[in-house]
Every structure is written in structure tokens, then in C-alpha cells.
């Protein structure tokens, strides 16, 4: 475990060293690419199996319909023969003529009939033109007699695939028919007992129209190419378009017999049985299921080529657009670093770059005449005062807050750069007022909250203040600048840029309670101890000042009658609370 968080640990520094390395340009590029392609990718993922998702529900529906439309088909051809074949079994005078034709010694006799049996196969014929070969079979024998079309010389019952058998009927095929002019067409053939009463060997055999079985197997209602195998009550294949994979007379997909549909041997199939037993099953190929899927994976890339396009371009026009306003601005920070209030600043042509670099101009101004006033009034201290009052304001606190105005002038419209200036320049005044050593508590309050507004640009701050319905506990004075510390460690030592604090003022007691708290990464009973203890701390945040100056300006200020508690948890944060004895005014 300990390996583990060494990893992640080793990887988050590395991740952070590296970010910190980038220029403006390539962290614009960056968080172009971040929050244009990951939430591409995001919806490219749940579209796909989407789409995935659809497209083999819509392929699968589409196949099974396309097999129930054949399966129908069928039936309705089986149906047809068995409807031609009851009319020549059932028919009386058919059989009681094929009877007496049979039995007959008189070739004329025999002639006369043969002629009447003709005669009334060919109406049958005309009347059901989707019936072709008609003949009647002797199979003691092994003759036909009575065919209505030429007869090929390979004619043998005994070889038809048979495909289903029910109610004394033999229903062969799809197979090549035994009628000669058609070539070799596929049909539908049923061989049905005749029950005459001299023989019970003669049988009625009748062949489907040879156009009737390839229209049936065309059916392709999808742009992909559709193979059948036709399968009997065994699971036997019977019938095959696809006959050097799938062979005649052997079992299909053995081990998912009860299965509807599956994947073999490079095909994707489906099946459906009738109630007699036989079975038809579709076959296509994976490249032609998958062809839809993937021309929508070329798109989804082609798209992509063109947001990774749009992103650089869009993070090169952002670049120019921010970066020579920026570099006004960065050129008037070194300046005022250098102690150069004079130079005017040129404007940026960009409304929100200007407003900003005017306030900035009337603070150099504001600051230029407060310099001006010292150096008159205390002619022989001015480099001393100019000194000091520069010592009074971090450098980094200042350029961290510049900073986050300029990247708000880019994000935020004019009215919140606005509200940062201000907040800015009255932080700065009520941080340099020395002539007062205390202050009222809502003075100290304001302070914070124009310190927070500051910090709330940089960090995610989350802030909260709870104030006694006595409004005039709020006028109580104490020692200045004792609560910005406690705030300035309450974010710094927050849970990385996100901070949840709410500060309390109430009464207890004879005295009142302030207490700051958030839900950061807490400390540890030795760190407290060493605050407590009057032991300075190195880890010094904001204005540069720690607890430890508060609890030192608490001891001189109330002559240790104030009292300053810390409780904390590793992990869930840190109350800090000051209680301050009651003194009315």
C-alpha cells in the first residue's frame, strides 16, 4: 500500500512540476485541449455504445423481420402445395380415375383415362400458377406417370432433402427441380400418398414455381449481402447459400441449438423455427454488420481532426488577443517593482484591459501622493517610511492578486474588476493605517471580507459569516489585524484550491467569542503545541504574518486575560477561536 501512495504521490509531483514549467501559451492550450476533448471524448464514448447499442438492436430487428418475411413465404409455399396436393388426393374423381387406370387391362381404356387425368392436371395447374412439376409416383415401381412438364434423367425421390415430415407428408427442398426446361432453378417439393384402394404405393409429387424459392431467398430488405441455410427438425442443414462453410447434412451450430441468433465461423446468424419444426437461418458477414459502426468511427475521427484544428487555432487567436495587454501590464508591475510611478500607461485597445490598467493608474497615482506627503512632511525619515511601508506589503501577495485580476479582466466583465480594485486598494488602506492600534470588530470583519473577495479569484473559497443579532456587539473595539492571519491560514492550509470557512462572532460569558473554521487538512497535536508554545513558525502565508503574532498581540493587548484555542483533526479541519474579555466603552 505504502508503494502505492509513494507512486501516486511521485506522479502528482511530477504532474504539478510540469505544469508549473508551462507557459501562458502552451497552459492556454492546455486547458483549450482539456475542455474541448475530454468532454468530446466523453460524449464520443456514450454515443458510441449508443449508437453501437442501436444500430444492433435496428440490424437484429431488421434480420429477424427479414426472416419472419421469408418464413412466411415458405409457409405460404408449403401451404400452397398442400393445398394442390389435397385437392388431387381428396378428389374423387381424380383417385377412383387413377384407380381404374391402374387396375385396367384395356389400353384403350387406359389411354381414354390417362387422357381425363391430363386434363384435369392441367386445369389444377393453370388455376395455381405457383405450383410447377406435377406427377404421380409409383414407388413400388419406382415410375412416374401423368407429368405435366419433361422429366430431367437423373429423377430420384429417394435423394430430396427432407426437411420436415408431418401428417403423412414429405416436404423436400429448397433443392433442383426435376422439371428440365427450367434449368437449374431451386424449388419447394412435397410427396403426398394418394391412398388409392388397388395400391397404397402411388403418391402425388408436386414442385413450387422455380421462381417462387429464389424470389423467397432474395429478400435483403439491408445493403448488406444475406446468406440462408435452411434447417430440418434435427437441426440438420438441408439447404445452404454458403455451402464450403456451412455443408449440407451436417449439424449446425451444435452447441447453440436453442439459441436464436450468435457468431460463427465469421458470421453473424439468426434463426427462427416454424411450429413444424424446420428452421431458416440468415447469415451475414461481420464486416458488413460492422460497416455501419464504422463509418461512424471515420467520422467521429474526422471530427476530431477538426476540433484538435479548431483547438489550435482558437488557442493562437487567444494568445495574440491577451498577450500584448498582458505585457503592458506585466511591463507597469516591474515598474512599480522598481519604484517608477511616472510612466502613463498606453491602452490596450480591449475595454477590460483598460479599465483595469486606469485603476491601476489612479492607484500609482494615490500611492505616488501619499510618497509625496511623507517625504514633506519628514523630509530626513522619507527613505526610512518609503522603506517600511514597502516592507508592510508582501510583494507576493500583491503580484498574486494583480495576477487574478488579470485573469479575471479575461474571463469576468467590467463590473468585477471593478469590485477586485476596490477591494484591493481598501485592504491596502486599513493594512497601512497605523495612527489606530485597534479597531471595531465590523472594521476587522470588512477587512476580511474585502481580503476574501481578493483570494476568492485565486482559490475556491467557500465563506460564510455568522454575526450576533446584538448588532452592537459588533462595535466592540480590539487589536487590529489579528483576524487576517487566521483567515490567510485557513486558505493557504485549506484542502488544495478549494476552501469551506465560516467565521463566527457571539457572546459568552462576559466576553466574546470570534472563531474561524474550515475543513482543510487539520493539524497534528504537535504542531498546536508549538504554537501555544511561543514558537515561531518558518511557514509563513498572505501578509506574512502567522498565529504566532496573534497570540503574541492577544498576551500584550488584554495582559492575558484573552485567550486564543486551536482544535483540529487531520484530515477535517481547523477551528481557531479567540475570546476576549467584555470591556464596555
Same mark, same amino acid.
Given at each position: 500500500m505504502s508503494k502505492v501512495k509513494l507512486f501516486?504521490?511521485?506522479?502528482?509531483?511530477?504532474?504539478?512540476?510540469?505544469?508549473?514549467?508551462?507557459?501562458?501559451?502552451?497552459?492556454?492550450?492546455?486547458? @483549450?485541449?482539456? %475542455?474541448?476533448?475530454?468532454?468530446?471524448? !466523453?460524449? %464520443?464514448?456514450?454515443?458510441?455504445?449508443?449508437?453501437?447499442?442501436?444500430?444492433?438492436?435496428?440490424?437484429?430487428?431488421?434480420?429477424?423481420?427479414?426472416?419472419?418475411?421469408?418464413q412466411e413465404n415458405l409457409k405460404y409455399t408449403i401451404n400452397n402445395i398442400n393445398h394442390v396436393s389435397q385437392m388431387l388426393t381428396y378428389d374423387e374423381?381424380? !383417385?377412383?380415375?387413377?384407380?381404374?387406370?391402374?387396375?385396367s387391362e384395356s389400353n384403350y381404356e387406359k389411354s381414354v383415362l390417362a387422357e381425363e387425368i391430363k386434363s384435369g392436371l392441367r386445369i389444377i395447374s393453370f388455376t395455381n400458377p405457383n405450383i410447377g412439376l406435377i406427377l404421380f409416383y409409383i414407388a413400388d415401381d419406382d415410375e412416374y406417370i401423368f407429368e405435366?412438364? %419433361?422429366?430431367?434423367? +437423373?429423377? =430420384?425421390?429417394?435423394?430430396?432433402?427432407? @426437411?420436415?415430415?408431418?401428417?403423412g407428408i414429405d416436404y423436400y427442398g429448397p433443392h433442383l427441380s426435376y422439371n428440365r426446361f427450367v434449368g437449374n432453378k431451386y424449388v419447394i417439393s412435397a410427396m403426398r400418398p394418394m391412398n388409392?384402394?388397388?395400391?397404397?404405393?402411388?403418391?402425388?409429387?408436386?414442385?413450387?414455381?422455380?421462381?417462387?424459392?429464389?424470389?423467397?431467398?432474395?429478400?435483403?430488405?439491408?445493403?448488406?449481402?444475406?446468406?440462408y441455410i435452411l434447417l430440418d427438425q434435427n437441426n440438420r442443414i438441408i439447404y445452404s447459400d454458403q455451402d464450403e462453410i456451412f455443408k449440407t447434412d451436417t449439424i449446425f451450430a451444435k452447441d447453440e441449438a436453442e439459441e436464436e441468433s450468435g457468431k460463427i465461423n465469421g458470421y453473424y446468424w439468426f434463426k427462427v423455427t416454424s411450429n413444424q419444426g424446420w428452421s431458416i437461418v440468415s447469415l451475414i458477414l461481420e464486416d458488413d454488420y460492422d460497416k455501419e459502426k464504422e463509418q461512424w468511427l471515420e467520422q467521429m475521427g474526422i471530427l476530431l481532426l477538426a476540433v484538435l484544428l479548431f483547438i489550435a487555432l482558437m488557442s493562437f487567436g487567444l494568445w495574440k488577443l491577451i498577450y500584448n495587454p498582458f505585457n503592458k501590464l506585466n511591463n507597469e508591475i516591474k515598474n512599480i517593482q522598481k519604484g517608477d510611478f511616472s510612466?502613463?500607461?498606453?491602452?490596450?485597445?480591449?475595454?477590460?484591459?483598460?479599465?483595469?490598467?486606469?485603476?491601476?493608474?489612479?492607484?500609482?497615482?494615490?500611492?505616488?501622493?501619499?510618497?509625496?506627503?511623507i517625504r514633506a512632511d519628514e523630509k530626513e525619515r522619507a527613505d526610512l517610511q518609503i522603506e517600511k511601508l514597502r516592507s508592510q506589503i508582501n510583494p507576493h501577495f500583491l503580484l498574486n492578486t494583480l495576477n487574478n485580476v488579470h485573469w479575471m479582466a479575461?474571463?469576468?466583465?467590467? +463590473?468585477?474588476?471593478?469590485?477586485?480594485?476596490?477591494?484591493l486598494i481598501k485592504l491596502l488602506s486599513y493594512n497601512l493605517d497605523e495612527n489606530h492600534p485597534d479597531s471595531a470588530i465590523r472594521d476587522e470583519i470588512e477587512s476580511?471580507? !474585502?481580503?476574501?473577495?481578493?483570494? =476568492?479569484?485565486?482559490?475556491?473559497?467557500?465563506?460564510?459569516?455568522?454575526?450576533?443579532?446584538?448588532?452592537?456587539?459588533? +462595535?466592540?473595539?480590539?487589536?487590529?489585524?489579528?483576524?487576517?492571519?487566521?483567515?490567510?491560514?485557513?486558505v493557504y492550509h485549506g484542502s488544495g484550491d478549494e476552501s469551506h470557512i465560516v467565521m463566527q462572532v457571539c457572546a459568552s460569558e462576559n466576553a466574546i467569542v470570534i472563531s474561524v473554521s474550515d475543513k482543510g487538512n487539520g493539524m497534528s497535536e504537535k504542531e498546536i503545541k508549538m504554537v501555544m508554545k511561543n514558537k515561531k513558525s518558518k511557514d509563513k502565508v498572505g501578509m506574512g504574518i502567522g498565529l504566532n503574532f496573534v497570540r503574541r498581540t492577544l498576551e500584550a493587548y488584554y495582559e492575558g486575560k484573552a485567550e486564543m484555542k486551536i482544535e483540529s483533526k487531520i484530515n477535517e479541519g481547523t477551528t481557531v477561536s479567540l475570546i476576549l474579555p467584555f470591556e464596555e466603552e
Open positions: 501516486f504521490k511521485k506522479t502528482k509531483k511530477i504532474v504539478i512540476d510540469f505544469y508549473h514549467y508551462l507557459t501562458l501559451k502552451k497552459r492556454i492550450l492546455l486547458v @483549450f485541449f482539456a %475542455g474541448i476533448i475530454i468532454p468530446y471524448l !466523453c460524449v %464520443g464514448v456514450f454515443s458510441y455504445n449508443t449508437i453501437v447499442t442501436v444500430l444492433a438492436n435496428n440490424i437484429d430487428k431488421n434480420m429477424f423481420l427479414n426472416l419472419k418475411q421469408v374423381s381424380i !383417385c377412383e380415375k387413377m384407380d381404374k387406370y391402374i387396375t405435366n412438364a %419433361g422429366i430431367k434423367e +437423373d429423377f =430420384n425421390i429417394n435423394e430430396l432433402p427432407v @426437411f420436415s415430415e408431418y401428417y388409392l384402394d388397388s395400391r397404397d404405393d402411388v403418391y402425388v409429387y408436386l414442385e413450387s414455381d422455380y421462381s417462387t424459392v429464389q424470389k423467397i431467398l432474395e429478400i435483403d430488405e439491408l445493403n448488406q449481402r444475406t446468406n510612466r502613463e500607461i498606453p491602452p490596450t485597445k480591449v475595454p477590460e484591459f483598460d479599465v483595469l490598467l486606469n485603476r491601476f493608474q489612479d492607484m500609482k497615482i494615490q500611492i505616488q501622493d501619499l510618497l509625496v506627503k479575461i474571463m469576468e466583465n467590467q +463590473d468585477e474588476i471593478d469590485e477586485v480594485v476596490l477591494s476580511i471580507k !474585502c481580503y476574501l473577495i481578493l483570494q =476568492n479569484k485565486r482559490f475556491s473559497i467557500d465563506y460564510k459569516f455568522i454575526l450576533p443579532e446584538d448588532d452592537t456587539l459588533l +462595535d466592540y473595539r480590539m487589536p487590529r489585524f489579528i483576524l487576517q492571519p487566521i483567515i490567510e491560514n485557513a
